[in-house]
């Protein structure tokens, strides 16, 4: 069983920053695969970024590259996503999830994730 909580939501004003934490329980943690993901509300929920195991491979949703980064700590059991730049389209309560798919396609699919946290709401105002 893995655990997972996220830290670090808020609200910040259109072109803000904020860091999401995702901290993992467990001493399994690089054996996974982690993916952030985001629901706005009515909407369904949508990949945002993943990143393996290593932390050598990272993948991005096209609406995010470039603003977003993910890492990892494996010393820490953490993963991070970094948003930068962020827009009030980027409003929703985000996910951290970990699973054990590979590859850019799959880890951007909902069902490759095994344990999801509970969510973090950013708001971001114009």
């Known amino acids: 069983q893995v655990q997972l909580v996220e830290y670090g939501g808020g609200l910040v004003q259109a072109g803000g920053s904020l860091r999401l934490s995702c901290a993992a329980s467990?001493?399994?943690?690089?054996?996974?695969?982690m993916g952030w993901f985001r629901q706005a509300p009515g909407k369904e929920r949508e990949f945002v970024a993943a990143?393996?195991?290593?932390?050598?491979?990272?993948y991005y949703a096209d609406s995010v590259k470039g603003r977003f980064t993910i890492s990892r700590d494996n010393a820490k059991n953490t993963v991070y996503l970094q948003m930068n730049s962020l827009k009030p389209e980027d409003t929703a309560v985000y996910f951290c999830a970990a699973g054990t798919g590979r590859g850019s396609l799959t880890l951007r699919q909902t069902y490759v994730y095994n344990y999801w946290g509970q969510g973090t709401r950013v708001t971001v105002s114009s």
């Open positions: 467990g001493r399994t943690f690089s054996s996974y695969a």
């Open positions: 990143i393996s195991g290593s932390g050598r491979n990272t």
